[in-house]
């Protein structure tokens, strides 16, 4: 009994003595919100805890009072890193004291980071938003849209006409009006051009009552949405050789030498060796 009397004592001394460590700050606990977020938050006299104590607390007080402005950027502290600051503080703190509850400290710097975070995903998903109204916007006033789910277009204002391609529903165009064919209109979508009946477009975006579906469709940036026929890529395919060949003669031919005559006229020498007068500005 004496032997479990004598090992009782000390684990009761040691038990005594570590309750009496711990330092109880439920006094100086406060609820603090900020941007509608709330956080606990520890603020401790400076004079509390003794002089071992007192500069490491005060520092990391004095830090985290300024996190509210640095968390927002409303003011500058450029090259400062008060995350850094208030933790090597809250290191000092617990090697002076490891009963000091500096989880507080670091609850309250987590819940800034959590701001800091949730600022940031906020102001990019108004900056999204706000690039989404602008593009809209821009395509409200600018476009007109095709309505139809599958559209022929064609090569004159005539049903009978041949089709140059089958363009989409939500393909947004160049829209004209057509002299003496009022049932029809021009459309023009990149270096395409064709006539598709007016009862297949839509001057206003709300007639076509886009889904979501659609919205995220248009957010790609295509503007339009065409399937060439092979007769009119073969065309196309023929204009541009034809073109490319108009160029590579003009490259090729010599280059003109342009004369001034006797009576103010300009002039070249064309292949035949005889006179050709051109427009004066040639000879400026």
Known sequence: MKNFISFLIPVLLFAGSAKAQTIDV????????VDGKEMTVLRVPDTQFGSALVGYISGAQFQLDRLPDYYNLSVSYAGVDLYKDIERDCENIEKTNPSFPVKYYRDEMQAFRDLKEEMAQ???AKKK???????FA???SDYAWISSDTL????????????IGKILRLSYVRAYEVDD????VQIDFSEHSGYVLRDDIAIDWEELEPSQEDSARLETGQHHY???????TAQLKKQAAEEERAMRAANAAPARTYYRGPRGGCYFINARGNKQYVDHKYCQ
């Open 26 to 33: 439920t006094q100086w606990l406060k609820k603090k919100t």
């Open 122 to 124: 906020k102001a990019l």
């Open 129 to 135: 938003a706000d690039e989404e109204t602008a593009f």
């Open 138 to 140: 821009r395509l409200k």
């Open 152 to 163: 022929n277009v064609r090569s004159r204002p005539d049903a009978k006409s041949p089709s």
């Open 181 to 184: 064919h009022p049932d029809w």
């Open 226 to 232: 065409f399937t060439p026929t092979a007769a009119y």
